[in-house]
């Protein structure tokens, strides 16, 4: 009885371990059937560029010099070292702090581990990881969920990793990817971060730190907590000690010298022209890299931001705050700078506004655009213009446009008006050409900040009531420094541009870049002083806005185009800063700059220009008996005037080429007028004007109130004051010749209101 039921409880016994047996090859199954699901390949490459995509690209000069930092894409893109360029001491240092075996495990260090496990259940917790240098790049290539499964499959992968990829590769990878605080990926971008030093610049102890660092990024960062990181360095000092990779002096150096922090600045300050590219420029398959290489000259974007800031601090006092400076090289139509002053004061208003793309009224310097447009309709440098007092009706009043100077200096050439920016001579070109004409070629060359119609703008578009942007000024100017050419600015190396459109004729070009360079022609309102007047010939046009909020200078000479605008963002007033005195400055000391190591050439004359000897006041061809003081002038063959006939004015006879019809300027339709109180009735009195087209002077002119003759005067006359009278009004002149009985022109009838 007693062996039976030994027998049974042997039986069971051996059913038991039978099932036993049978659960753990059931277990063994699943464990290897789930690793065998769970584990992943590896990759095909441990390059990662194109392996996840760009959040955001880093942004290059064309020297590849960075102009941007950013951390926030999934690896490091941008700051990837091969091994041979990595210190090797910094290389065998971090191996002894993270994976001493590296170089004798095949992916798991499984005496390590072994250890680690003993450690940690003696203790109680989790001290020690063991984790291999594989395993930690297996960790960032496949992340997953610290636990024990993610170790076990860890280890399978690791073992794969190092039987597609060499030591070198995977050790490769890792310093250039492995993780510290601040987002940074890599030795180097964490040798930047900490000490901004390259790599080969390090001292011991600062390798050493990096390679601490490692295992716990967060709780040992020195920007966090700079006190904890000594213990775990003193400790891998003896270590490295012991292993004869330190002398006895290199050991106590690193145990009484600092770690000092620095910051890491970007050698070339370029924020605005980044957020542009970052706006402007979509990613493509061109960019799976992350990396833009741009037009901008790192080398002369600091020279010119140290230039426009001095200029700044010198102008703060006449409050004047921000600036902006565009370099253009116009032969390429590249662009080699893109400054925003106040940039280096986060305080100052408007800091953070990009002033290069910010509309502003950019005053006269559209005015060449103007006369380009004048010289295409018949017009030629020798056109005369009055200079005279101008009022123009605006809305339901009259506007008196003035020069700057409030100096009138009578008939001009068109050279003069233009070379000394006169306003009354602009409004009377526009007057010709016309505001809608003039506002279409505007928007041919690129100034889509003009947003409003023709009406809006009005005759005040030739003194640049509207508003564009530097940028688009500089783009403008670019057209006249390539015989005419319009082509988009460019911002980025190796992209198609699309062709060329003509704007302006090479002859009419020429022109203007000789007008605009002409130290002569510019000495009535700016003097033959040598500021606009530059070393190497320059064309240059400087513009101030109404109440000096805006000063301009612009100009171009053979090889690069500059825009300088200085003022203030939150719209505040300079005190007395015009183009002439605070821009032009900037432009002189920035063409300085890039002119030094560039041949100097003179500007691009067309060979179809012709050159005649004028008479300097009327524009007449002299002829060789001719008394009046002379002067060579260009002229687009065809244009140049025959001898003894007037040149071409923007006084001509009625009905004649490029007249301007007879009509009232004074009152405009719609006109109100408003008596004051203060003065008796009967001393009141409004002037009426008449329009400047020449007539004989055997004419004369009836002036009619509401259809009856109230004076006459000789044609020569063109204002007469008329008695204030409150009500409605019609208002006419007609011209009368002696040997007509009928009026030869009746001017068109004019409604306006005295109350």
């Known amino acids: 009885m007693k062996d039976l039921t030994t027998f049974l ?45 760009v959040r955001k690209m880093q942004i290059l ?47 798991v260090d499984w005496l390590a581990r072994g250890a680690a496990l003993f450690q940690n259940v003696k203790l109680g917790r989790q001290v020690r990881g063991a984790s291999t240098i594989t395993e930690q790049v297996v960790r960032l290539l496949h992340p997953r ?19 597609y990829f060499s030591k070198a590769e995977i050790l490769e990878f890792y310093l250039n990817q492995v993780p510290y605080a601040g987002q940074r990926r890599g030795l180097v971008q964490a040798a930047r971060y900490y000490f901004d030093r390259d790599l080969d610049t390090l001292n011991l102890k600062e390798m050493m730190a990096l390679a601490v660092m490692v295992r716990a990024p967060s709780r040992l960062s020195l920007r966090q907590n700079p006190v904890a990181i000594e213990a775990p360095i003193q400790f891998l000092a003896a270590r490295l000690l012991s292993l004869g990779m330190l002398t006895e002096e290199d050991y106590q150096t690193v145990l009484t010298s600092s770690l000092v922090l620095r910051d890491n600045d970007l050698p070339v300050k370029a924020t605005h022209f980044a957020q542009y590219l970052y706006a402007s420029t979509p990613m493509s398959p061109s960019l799976i890299s992350g990396k833009l290489l741009t037009t901008l000259d790192g080398q002369l974007q600091r020279t ?20 902006a400076v565009l370099v253009v090289d116009h032969e390429t139509n590249e662009v080699l700078a893109w400054v925003n002053g106040g940039s280096k004061s986060a305080t100052r208003p408007g800091s953070q506004i990009d002033a290069i793309l910010t509309p502003r009224q950019p005053g006269s310097t559209l005015k060449p655009f103007l006369y380009a447009l004048a010289l295409e309709k018949g017009w030629t440098p020798a056109t005369v213009i009055d200079d005279a007092p101008l009022m123009m009706p605006v809305g339901t009043g009259l506007h008196n446009y003035r020069n700057y100077s409030r100096h009138y200096y009578g008939p001009l050439r068109l050279r003069q008006a233009l070379a000394n ?10 007057q010709w050409v016309g505001p809608g004409q003039f506002l279409q070629r505007l928007h041919q060359l690129g100034m889509s900040s003009l947003t409003a119609d023709t009406e809006f703008y009005g005759e005040g578009l030739a003194l640049g009531n509207g508003a564009v942007t530097l940028f688009e000024l500089v783009q403008a100017y670019t057209v006249l420094a390539q015989q005419g050419w319009f082509r988009p600015l460019q911002v980025l190396k190796s992209v198609p541009t699309p062709p060329p459109r003509r704007i302006f004729s090479q002859t009419i070009t020429s022109l203007i870049a000789d007008i605009l360079s002409d130290a002569e022609a510019r000495s009535l309102e700016f003097g033959r002083g040598a500021l606009l007047k530059l070393p190497v010939q320059t064309a240059v046009k400087t513009g101030t806005s109404t109440d000096y909020r805006d000063a301009w200078a612009v100009g171009f000479n053979h090889h690069y185009t500059v825009g300088v605008w200085l003022g203030n963002l939150d719209q ?18 920035v063409f300085a700059e890039v002119n030094r190591f560039t041949d100097s050439r003179r500007l691009y004359l067309s060979p179809e220009l012709v050159k005649v000897t004028i008479c300097r006041d009327t524009g007449s ?9 002379t002067q060579p002038e260009w002229f687009i063959a065809g244009t140049e005037p025959e001898p003894a006939t007037v040149a071409m004015s923007a006084k001509v006879s009625e009905g004649g080429e490029g007249a301007l019809p007879l009509r009232l300027k004074q009152p405009s339709e719609g006109l109100q007028l408003a008596m004051d109180p203060r003065i008796p009735d009967d001393h009141e009195a ?65 409604t306006f209101y005295v109350k």
């Open 145 to 163: 969920p610290r636990n024990l499964w993610s170790r076990w499959l860890e280890g399978f992968e690791a073992v794969d990793l190092e039987k």
């Open 9 to 53: 409880k042997l039986s069971n016994l051996s059913k038991l371990i039978k099932w036993i047996l049978f659960g753990f090859l059931v277990a063994s199954g699943l464990l290897v059937w789930q690793t065998a699901r769970d584990l992943l390949p590896p990759p095909n490459s441990l390059s990662v560029i194109g392996q996840s995509p």
């Open 421 to 430: 920016s006169l306003n009354t001579p602009a409004v009377r070109t526009i």
């Open 572 to 589: 505040q007033s300079m005190t007395s800063i015009s183009g002439a005195s605070g821009a032009a400055l900037v432009l002189r000391a």
């Open 621 to 629: 061809r002299a002829e060789a008996q001719s008394t009046c003081p």
């Open 686 to 750: 409004f002037a009426w004007v008449l329009s400047e087209t020449v007539l004989p002077e055997s004419y004369s002119l009836r002036w009619l109130v509401d259809g009856k003759v109230v004076a006459t005067t000789p044609s020569t006359v063109r204002q007469w004051l008329w008695p204030l009278t409150r009500g409605t009004h019609l208002a006419q002149v007609q011209v009368w010749s002696t040997e007509s009985a009928q009026p030869l022109i009746m001017t068109p009838a004019v």
């Open 61 to 107: 000069d064309r020297q590849a010099v960075p102009l941007t930092m950013t951390y926030q894409n999934d690896w490091n893109l941008y700051d990837i070292v091969p091994l041979h360029e990595i210190p090797v001491l910094l290389q065998k240092i971090l191996v002894v702090a993270e994976d001493k075996h590296f170089f004798e495990h095949g992916g």
């Open 304 to 323: 010119v931001q140290d230039i426009l800031d001095r200029r700044l601090q010198d102008l703060q006092r006449k409050g004047v705050n921000n600036g």
